[in-house]
């Protein structure tokens, strides 16, 4: 079965930084916790964008992964759309 994914990007303001850094870890925890990754990068020369990356084996692990997710942080949407893996070619 294909990976599947959802991104998202997020702009926090210079203030708000600091705070959004330190949820990282609890929201990386729940991700795994739903056997899914939860991946974040900043855009340099950009501080306050980010991209957020939540994936996983299953749809059914994505989606659980993204309502843990939402139950830490109230900015995180859960209606990102679904993007699936493109298989190899034999």
């Known amino acids: 079965m294909p990976r599947v994914l959802v991104m998202s990007e997020r702009a926090v303001t210079e203030g708000e930084r600091a705070a959004y850094l330190q949820t990282l870890a609890v929201r990386r925890e729940r991700a795994t916790a739903a056997s899914a990754n939860f991946w974040v990068f900043e855009q340099r020369g950009r501080r306050g964008r980010f991209l957020e990356f939540v994936e ?34 034999s």
């Open 56 to 89: 996983a084996g299953q749809p059914e692990s994505l989606n659980a992964a993204v309502l843990a997710l939402a139950s830490v942080d109230s900015a995180f949407l859960t209606d990102l759309p679904r993007w699936f893996e493109v298989p190899e070619s």
